[in-house]
Each structure stands twice: as C-alpha cells, then as structure tokens.
C-alpha cells in the first residue's frame, strides 16, 4: 500500500536550518509530482513547495521563497525539503503529499518547532 514516511523534524532555534525527507513506498514515485505542506495550530493546512516528477521544475508559497528548497531522489523514493533561515512563523506539523489515481496521500507529519 502507499506510505509516506517523514522524518527530520525537531527544535531549531530561529535562524537555524532543518532538513526534512519524506520516503515514498508503494506506488511508482518517479511518476508523480510532489508536495510539502504545513499546518500550524489554528491554521488551515498550506501548500510550501511542489517539485515535478523529474525535479526539473519546482514552485514555492511567496512566504519561503528563497528559504526553502525542495528536491527529489527518484532512485531512493525521496523528497526533501532543506529549510534555511527559519522564523517563527515556520513552525508546524509538515506534511508531504501527492495526488494519486484516486485521491490525495499525506504521511503522518513531521513537527517542526523553532524556538530560542
């Protein structure tokens, strides 16, 4: 069956820079495009980056732009999404997704809290 597994997720203080991954099993991942999104407490969940199947095209919500970059590993079923800069307002639970034959797949979510 189709999992999403993500990881790196954790405390960062303000400024500081998280990794996150997200290891795709169970459908044929090279095939479909993928998405990062972010729900803070309170909040509607939002879309942060999209990356094509083959990673040559990429977009990004205007409140990460430049920060965040998002890529992709086909031979290892990854997406990764490097955050750099991070403020405050970056903290939430990060999701990955994909829309597949039938319906929209999310993981279970990586908490990323940025604290000093």
């Known amino acids: 069956q189709v999992q999403l597994v993500e990881s790196g997720g954790g405390l960062v203080q303000p400024g500081g820079s998280l990794r996150l991954s997200c290891a795709a099993s169970?459908?044929?991942?090279?095939?479909?495009?993928m998405s990062w999104y972010r729900q803070a407490p309170g909040k509607e969940r939002e879309l942060v980056a999209t990356?094509?199947?083959?990673?040559?095209?990429?977009d990004y919500a205007d409140s990460v732009k430049g920060r965040f970059t998002i890529s992709r590993d086909n031979a290892k079923n990854t997406v990764y999404l490097q955050m750099d800069s991070l403020i405050s307002e970056d903290a939430a639970v990060y999701y990955c997704?994909?829309?597949?034959?039938?319906?929209?797949?999310w993981g279970q979510g990586t908490q990323v809290t940025v604290s000093s």
């Open positions: 169970g459908f044929p991942f090279s095939r479909y495009s």
């Open positions: 997704n994909f829309a597949g034959w039938d319906r929209l797949y």
């Open positions: 990356i094509t199947r083959t990673g040559t095209s990429t």
